[in-house]
Nanobody, 119 residues
């Protein structure tokens, strides 16, 4: 089992920055990739960014490219999401997720951290 705990959410004005962190514990050696997702009220959950631990490849949703940066620290079993130039439409509950197999669904999810961007 893997446990994921997010932190770093909060309230920020448009144009500001936040840094989210996801701390993993448990059987972390089996994680293939860690991703960030978000869900705004009344909307479906959507992919934000992902990092593959083998090779360090990163992927982003078009809506956040150039503004968000995902990074990982293997030694600390943490994944961070640096969010710059935030917009009101970035307001959502942000989740960290991990999967153990390439191309599979995400096996593990955190509880989420709220990000609110005021205009």
């Amino acid at each position: 089992q893997v446990q994921l705990v997010e932190s770093g959410g909060g309230l920020v004005q448009a144009g500001g920055s936040l840094r989210l962190s996801c701390a993993a514990s448990g059987r972390t050696f089996g994680i293939y990739a860690t991703g960030w997702f978000r869900q705004a009220p009344g909307k479906e959950r959507e992919f934000v960014a992902r990092i593959n631990w083998s090779g360090g490849s990163t992927y982003y949703a078009d809506s956040v490219k150039g503004r968000f940066t995902i990074s990982g620290d293997n030694a600390k079993n943490t994944v961070s999401l640096q969010m710059n130039s935030l917009k009101p439409e970035d307001t959502a509950l942000y989740y960290c997720a991990a999967r153990t197999t390439p191309g599979s669904q995400y096996n593990y999810w955190g509880q989420g951290t709220q990000v609110t961007v005021s205009s």
